[in-house]
């Protein structure tokens, strides 16, 4: 097919690509080693390059050619020829764990340089050209977090804006949102930018030693948006996984009965909106966009019923036939929140306070708080994306991978939130990745541009390649065939040829 002529940059993506290592084995998809691979666009040429990221787990697991380092899903024990010693001083040292560098989810920009991240407190440094790994960066030295998303927000000034969760700091577990500035004073050359991170505002957890797990928050104009799930790691469990012999994955708990608090944040003043908002029990990963209207702030986000999802990809249900035998038991939804900021004090009690056009409802109750109800946008999407210069504001299209009842995506898609039309993309045997929106240079619509995908064919035989779908009317432009093994990745982002610093600099 032919390619634009403006696409020029490069696709770099992240995700775990290496489960065995000598004779051992993870138990969980997510826990694999990370392999970065990236798709560089240059005058209608694509070149294709992939690398294991050369953490320290990595180096470790290599040179022992063993698994050394636990991760989530999988716990390791040292040797067992070592002595009894340090074994009782391993045992001691495992309480708070000094966590894996195994960055696998996401790629983040954080001024002019590239990072691999994952949701402990390490991130890697990386050269976008190469792939070489280089420092590793904790978190923890600037911000008192154990762990961090890979779904940062960037604000108009290319500063990041992250959240992290602090536990049992000083005797409180609270979550926090903290930023990175995009450049550094001038005299500061040599400095990085994480040394001038700070925190913008801390949330207290409900619980001290039960705090929300998270995967992303949201961002309008205005407030930040942080939904505390009531899918919390239990912190005690954890301190004791690797005595009692189980992984940290097993620590975390859903509780169906409990509600799910909205937490909003101004982002001026740096204080929450002291109003209380909740809804039912849900799991969700993804947020996908968020913005203001008329007094009220709008988020959508894919949520389930359960936490089936994570216990979908334990390496043992991924056998081959794990399409047909392996179902979620709760489809993803996509749900759109509508919150009335702007409540009127003095409303009656079971009143529904959202006067916007919407199927949402936001009821009023006895004790002054406030219950919400989504609206159904649609159902069986999951790993969303939009284009992002729309992020934080009114927006129509969202472009994800197709899942129903395999968490395995078939298909992708994209979904108008205006109309709930859906256009798609299939062909037999594929299994696509997470798709990216690249604008066309001064588009001056939301859908002009592009749209990226890694395809994997269900048969190893079949090589892989890369897609370029037209992002308007989603039919394809041309693909780029890649012969060699490629693997499911997560995460990515597109870095246009003007940001890529170059081999000189």
Not at 91 to 114: Q, R, V, W
């Amino acid at each position: 097919g032919q390619l634009p002529t403006w696409l020029q940059g490069m696709l770099l993506r992240n995700g775990p690509g290496m489960h065995t290592i000598g004779d051992t084995k993870y138990n969980h998809w997510f826990d694999g080693l990370a392999l970065l691979h990236s798709f560089t666009f240059k005058n209608g040429e694509v070149y294709y390059r992939s690398k294991y990221l050369r953490s320290d787990t990595y180096n470790c697991n290599i040179e022992a050619n063993r698994i050394m380092v636990s991760e989530f899903g999988t716990m390791v024990y040292p040797d067992p020829c070592k002595n009894i010693f340090a074994k009782a001083f391993s045992y001691l040292s495992h309480t708070i764990p000094e966590f894996t560098d195994n960055c696998l989810i996401n790629i983040m920009k954080a001024g002019d340089d590239f990072y691999a991240t994952g949701e402990t407190n390490f991130i890697r440094k990386i050269n976008p050209q190469t792939l070489e790994t280089l420092e590793k960066v904790d978190y923890n030295k600037y911000v008192s977090v154990n762990l961090a998303t890979s779904h940062p927000h960037y604000d108009s000034a290319g500063n990041v804006l992250n959240m992290g969760t602090s536990i049992v700091d000083k005797g409180r577990t609270k979550y926090l949102l903290f930023k990175i500035p995009s450049s550094v004073p001038e005299q500061g050359k040599k400095k990085s930018c994480f040394k001038q991170l700070e925190v913008v505002c801390s949330i207290p957890s409900r619980t001290l030693l039960h705090p929300s797990y998270y995967h992303s928050f949201g961002i309008t104009e205005n407030y930040i948006i942080f939904i505390e799930q009531p899918f919390r790691l239990d912190i005690l469990k954890m301190a004791t996984a690797y005595i009692r012999g189980v992984t940290w994955a097993s620590c975390l708990a859903f509780n169906k009965d409990d509600k799910t608090w909205f937490h909003f944040i101004d982002r001026k003043t740096k204080k929450e909106v002291s109003t209380k908002f909740y809804t039912d029990a849900l799991v969700f990963f993804h947020h996908i966009n968020a913005y203001e209207e008329d007094g009220h702030i709008i988020f959508d986000i894919i949520a389930y019923t359960d936490n089936s999802l994570y216990d979908m990809f334990y390496l043992k249900n991924l056998s081959k036939d794990f399409e047909k035998n392996v179902k979620l038991t709760s489809i993803p939804t996509c749900r759109r929140f509508v919150v009335p900021l702007q409540c009127d004090k003095d409303a009656v009690v079971d009143s529904n306070l959202v006067t916007l056009p919407s199927t949402a409802t936001a009821v009023k109750q006895k004790d002054g708080s406030i219950y919400c109800q989504p609206e159904i946008l649609c159902e069986g999407i999951e790993l969303p994306r939009i284009n992002y210069d729309y992020n934080g504001k009114k927006y129509k299209y969202v472009f994800a991978t197709r899942v129903q009842w395999s968490p395995v995506p078939t298909k992708i898609a994209k979904f108008n939130t205006q109309t709930k039309e859906m256009l798609q993309w299939r062909e037999d045997d594929c299994w696509p990745s997470e798709p990216v929106f690249v604008p066309r240079p001064d588009a001056k619509e939301e859908d002009d541009g592009v749209v990226l995908t890694c395809v994997v064919k269900t048969d190893p035989k079949d090589p892989p390649f890369l897609l370029v779908l037209d992002a308007k009317t989603f039919t394809e432009l041309g693909r780029a065939i890649v012969n060699v093994e490629m693997h499911m990745d997560l995460h990515g982002i597109f870095i246009p040829q003007q940001d890529m610093k170059t081999e000189t600099e």
